[in-house]
């Protein structure tokens, strides 16, 4: 690396430090007193500073500098991703197309470089962005499935709910079998229906898409929600698509 890459290089972190030290100045003081909001995030959409973070990690993005990064930098790129999630931009999780990104040119190997940092880091909004991600390839190889099931490993319900979805979008015999376990490890209601979709999807799997059928219907009252109703009409009508509307 050249002196003027690394002064470059040091200019930009010293720009995503600053823009760091912004958004928590603004974050502690938007949800001051109600602190049990502040991890879903419900008003970050409405911060003003958006565009520059947009802007720096789209340098970051286009010179693919994500691996020279320090830990510092790079635990700001992944908390202004996870803080960004209703917008999809900085993470593309949201479209149906095949970028990234929409900030800049997130190449394939630094996506799954971020992905890989992500996972040693403790559960945060970031981890479902990044694995929904996964469905906008052609195929999953070896390195792809571990990312995915490293993803599976961790906390947040939902996040594995994303990674059980992106094995059925694929069609991977491990839907099963993930499917068993976050039907026996996670009690969230459409966790539940997340497996239950996916089981629905593998024709060897319908006594047990049954069995777990019948044991939502015991525990949920159908009738109580429209919604339990929709998913009801689609996981006893004819297999049609592999979506998963528990995701929407």
Request: proline share 3%; glycine share 4%.
């Amino acid at each position: 690396m050249t002196t003027d890459s690394l002064d470059s290089l040091d200019t930009l972190e010293r720009d995503l430090a600053r823009v760091r030290l912004d958004l928590d100045t603004w974050l502690a003081g938007s949800y001051a007193g109600i602190e049990d909001r502040r991890y879903c995030g419900e008003r970050d959409a409405s911060y003003e500073g958006w565009g520059t973070i947009e802007s720096l990690l789209g340098r970051v993005f286009d010179q693919t500098l994500l691996s020279r990064l320090s830990e510092v930098s790079m635990d700001s790129v992944l908390f202004f991703i996870s803080r960004s999630d209703e917008s999809g931009r900085i993470i593309a999780w949201l479209s149906n197309d095949p970028l990234f990104s929409h900030c800049g040119h997130l190449v394939y190997d630094d996506f799954l470089f971020l992905c890989e940092r992500a996972i040693v880091r403790p559960d945060d909004s970031c981890d479902y962005q990044l694995a929904s991600c996964y469905r906008k390839c052609a195929s999953l190889g070896r390195r792809e499935l571990d990312i995915l099931q490293r993803f599976f490993q961790k906390q947040d319900s939902y996040t594995r709910r994303v990674v059980l979805q992106v094995f059925q979008h694929f069609g991977l015999p491990q839907v099963v079998d993930l499917a068993t376990t976050l039907w026996n490890t996670d009690d969230c209601e459409f966790a539940k229906l997340s497996c239950l979709h996916a089981l629905k999807a593998v024709p060897e799997a319908k006594p047990m898409f049954h069995a777990y059928l019948q044991e939502y219907r015991d525990t949920f009252d159908v009738d109580a929600q429209e919604y339990r109703q929709s998913h009801m009409r689609q996981l006893l009508a004819n297999p049609t698509t592999d979506d998963d509307p528990s995701s929407h």
